[in-house]
């Protein structure tokens, strides 16, 4: 029987944090194993943001180096460089002909950047979902592995994928479904700061790649409060987000410990926060130790990269010939 295909990418702008790795890559290393897997870096969209091309260029590189790391496997799956496929962008060009001005300027990614950054609200800000749509579309992805943050991005591939099939009287493109294991809600792991996401423009983030050192001081930093004052409240944001983190990284019997200690007023954080440094380096330290292995190691980088493109353009070249025929690029010579 045919594997379901599974389509994801990141973009290169830093290193993998704890959110790249527990919304997205630990799904993709399990998905690797019974799908057919195109996990992606997402070099053309990280463009919106204005890099330096030496940024770019070492971002690209560190990231392919932490999916290798974290244990993607190029045998498995096909890994490659969004840059490395036209056909990404063509297809992009020809969904952009059936993507509406008021539907993208409503998308609440749009909106916080044209928040954050008024001084370069582009064109490619504004057509992110599109861009973000032909890399799924591409490949007939069935299933793409994201953290909550992308949700509604993923909500617009599918509505442009119904919307093309539904104007050219086809079924090219299967609809693409929001994928995590055994039914659970999409994840948002929360930063340190005591509001939010984790996220690399935020500056809250814990990487992969930080040093043992690093991780203790961020931790030990993360925003906390004078403790509870009756049994059993409610928790603020702040400490919330402790807990969520506890629960990503540490054993059961260590979060129900604090718990309690929540819960009968006899938290102290200090302890807290130690003990989630220890469990968040037990998770990232021997990655960290395999990044920097093959970083060095630029003979392999580049094998693995020419690999996946190699594979990638073969499927997407297949779709972009399908999408041709169909809007009426026919060839009179
Ligand atoms: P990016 O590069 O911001 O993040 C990559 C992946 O990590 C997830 N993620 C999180 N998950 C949980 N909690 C967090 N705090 C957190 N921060 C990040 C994201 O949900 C994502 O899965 N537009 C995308 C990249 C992209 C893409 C695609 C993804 C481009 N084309 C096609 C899937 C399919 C982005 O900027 O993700």
Redesign the pocket.
């Given at each position: 029987m045919n594997k379901a295909t599974v389509?994801?990418?990141?973009?290169p702008?830093g290193y993998l944090?704890?959110?790249?790795y527990?919304?997205?890559?630990q799904n993709f290393l399990r998905m690797q194993e019974d799908f057919n897997c195109y996990f992606?870096i997402?070099d053309v969209?990280s463009l919106t943001t204005h890099p330096t091309p030496d940024n770019l260029q070492a971002g690209v590189k560190q990231v392919l180096a932490e999916y290798l790391a974290c244990g993607i496997d190029p045998e498995k799956s096909t890994i490659f460089i969004?840059s490395d496929v036209p056909e990404i962008t063509e297809l992009y060009t020809i969904l952009n002909m059936n993507a509406y001005l008021g539907e993208l300027e409503r998308t609440t990614?749009f909106k916080d950047k044209a928040r954050k950054q008024p001084e370069n609200v582009n064109a490619g800000l504004l057509t992110?979902p599109v861009?973000?749509a032909s890399?799924?579309l591409i490949h007939k992805a069935h299933f793409?592995?994201?953290?909550?943050?992308?949700e509604q991005?993923?909500e617009m591939?599918r509505k442009f994928g119904k919307r093309f099939n539904r104007m050219y009287k086809s079924e090219v493109f299967p609809i693409p479904k929001p994928f995590t294991f055994d039914g659970a809600d999409?994840?948002?792991?929360?930063?340190l700061d005591g509001s939010g996401?984790?996220?690399?423009s935020e500056g809250n983030a814990i990487n992969l790649f930080d040093t043992e050192k690093d991780i203790r001081k961020k931790v030990m930093r993360a925003v906390t409060d004078s403790g509870p004052t009756e049994p059993n409240s409610e928790k603020p944001e702040a400490i919330q987000n402790l807990f969520t983190l506890m629960k990503i990284v540490s054993e059961p019997a260590v979060i129900e410990q604090f718990e309690t200690a929540y819960n009968q007023c006899e938290i102290r954080y200090g302890d807290m926060k130690k003990q989630l440094a220890e469990d968040i380096i037990k998770v990232t330290l021997p990655i960290r130790e395999r990044i920097v292995d093959i970083l060095d190691d630029n003979e392999h980088l580049a094998k693995v990269a020419r690999m996946g493109a190699e594979k990638a353009r073969e499927s997407a070249l297949k779709t972009l010939k399908e999408v041709k025929e169909l809007v009426g690029f026919r060839k009179l010579y």
């Open positions: 389509v994801s990418g990141i973009r702008t944090h704890l959110g790249n527990f919304g997205a890559v992606f997402a969209h969004q990614s992110y861009l973000m890399d799924i793409v592995p994201v953290g909550k943050d992308q991005n993923l591939a999409l994840i948002k792991v929360p930063g996401k984790m996220g690399k």
